[in-house]
């Protein structure tokens, strides 16, 4: 059974400090609960990925107008069941702060939207995060702080040594 595709725009998570971060949800347009991928990191979620990397972009094997740079393609994944979260850390994008890249404040909100993903009412309350690089390093950080709905993570192509 494939789904068809439900776009949520510029959703606020709420992190334990009482800051937020903004979010893109695509998500089936069925009831139901799916499991969910989440990314968070600094490559604006708005931007999309011919305009991070021109010369990738004919590269590519598909194109959609919903290809972001290094996270997976929602409109493979949410057809399948799935629900893609993209998150902007603090500081980038439209979500309010100072960027702490690479910090235990960015770990620690990327569990917190882990956990508010895990709860939503669409949700199976198994979360995944995956992604290339910066969002690989993020996996491993917050996989690190044990967030009870995270059932998995994806890493590819992450820094072994940010020295």
């Not at 725009?9 to 334990?16: C, F, G, H, N």
């Not at 069925?30 to 990191?41: E, M, N, S």
Request: proline share 10%.
């Amino acid at each position: 059974m494939f789904h068809e595709l439900r776009i949520e725009k510029d959703v606020i998570i709420p992190v334990r400090d009482g800051s937020s971060i903004f979010a893109n949800i695509f998500r089936p347009a069925a009831d139901g609960q799916f499991p969910v991928i989440i990314t968070l990191g600094p490559y604006p979620k708005d931007i999309h990925f011919k305009d991070w990397n021109p010369a990738a972009w004919p590269q590519m094997p598909t194109h959609n107008e919903h290809m972001h740079w290094e996270t997976v393609d929602p409109a493979w994944w949410v057809p399948q069941g799935y629900i893609v979260i993209r998150c902007d850390t603090r500081g980038t994008g439209k979500s309010p702060g100072r960027p702490r890249l690479l910090s235990r404040t960015e770990a620690e909100d990327f569990y917190d939207c882990v956990e508010w993903a895990g709860t939503q009412p669409w949700s199976s309350g198994k979360v995944a995060a995956m992604g290339v690089s910066y969002f690989a390093i993020n996996a491993w950080r917050v996989a690190a702080l044990r967030p009870p709905h995270l059932a998995a993570i994806v890493p590819w192509e992450g820094a072994v040594d940010l020295y």
